[in-house]
């Protein structure tokens, strides 16, 4: 599979919505003694040029339909939508606000401690990376979330400024560092188009009352896709998993080519391992070219069938049977804005 990073944005955590491109995720920093953690709890939330494109879609629904080629058992809903030659995916999952009943863990204090956002990205919720595909004839959009960079690995980093320019504060809105931006990455249709279609799990913003417009503030830096990690953390009974290994479907989606393993025990992390993905991705492909093939030709029918009908919701309930096509219920807002639908 051909891919190529192509754009990224922050979400902003403000009342109304803003996202910061090209952004910049965090970066990890590692402290110089184990640190003891507060195990989470269930208030824990659910997380929740496109015409030129085949597909545009958030990766874990990709991967849920990556799954359920291979045979897995995992539930999901989907909306789908076609808007001219273009079908975008849309997760459809619970409200982001509910919270996971009897779900533990130190998955959310691991990152708050090892990864840090610079100065000017603070405030931000998340970090969102666009990947352009080109997979079995189709060309997709695929946006994921990045957990972090390994700021090391990325040239000039340590000319970046480390606080603001004197007169301005860490918190200032006003200054954009823009001077790695180059002009044809700021596409800021593709940027609005691209965060209108986030799911829930990309989309923080608290406030019952959404502005309806997109705020665009160009600031940060365009990170290289081989710098960025995936993060997960696991309790030290399972040390011996091979943890890498079933992420493996999910980091060839993203194509994520770091992944950072974290093993604690009761909440003091003794273990945490960066492995190199980037050869175990290529082999994972060569070795699954029959679940490929399988997950190609269920997007190329999805994709005709979306053209066809303009709409309809994806949903896998049941174990062990086909996907189902239905009807969309529900109050349902189209994909794109209004004005991006017009133009």
Known sequence: MNSQYLASYNWLDRANCTIVAPGEPPQFK????????????????????????TIVACGSLMGNLLLFARGSDKTFRILVEAVGDTVFFLRREKSPFETIPGVYGYGHSFPEAYTAWAYDMRGSESYQRILE???????????????????????????????????????SQSYSDTRSIPRDTMDEELLESMANTADSAAYPTKSTEQTKSLRIEKRGRRIPQSTVFDLKSRSRTKIDADTASEEMPRLWVAQIPNFMLAHHESGVFTSIKIIDTKD??????????????????RLRRLVAFARSMEKFEIVRENVGKELELREQGGDITGVL?????ET
């Open 280 to 297: 175990a991705i290529q082999a994972w492909e060569e070795e699954n070219q029959k679940a490929l093939a399988e997950f190609a030709a």
């Open 337 to 341: 804005p209004p004005d991006l639908m």
């Open 30 to 53: 590692k402290p110089d003694k184990p640190t003891k953690f507060r195990e989470g709890s269930a208030n824990e939330p659910f997380k929740s040029s496109c015409r030129k494109q």
């Open 133 to 171: 595909y080109e997979f079995a004839g189709m060309k997709a959009l695929i946006r994921f979330e990045g957990d972090g960079f390994l700021p090391e690995r990325v040239p000039g980093h340590g000319d970046r400024p480390k606080a603001p320019p004197s007169g301005l504060s860490s918190n």
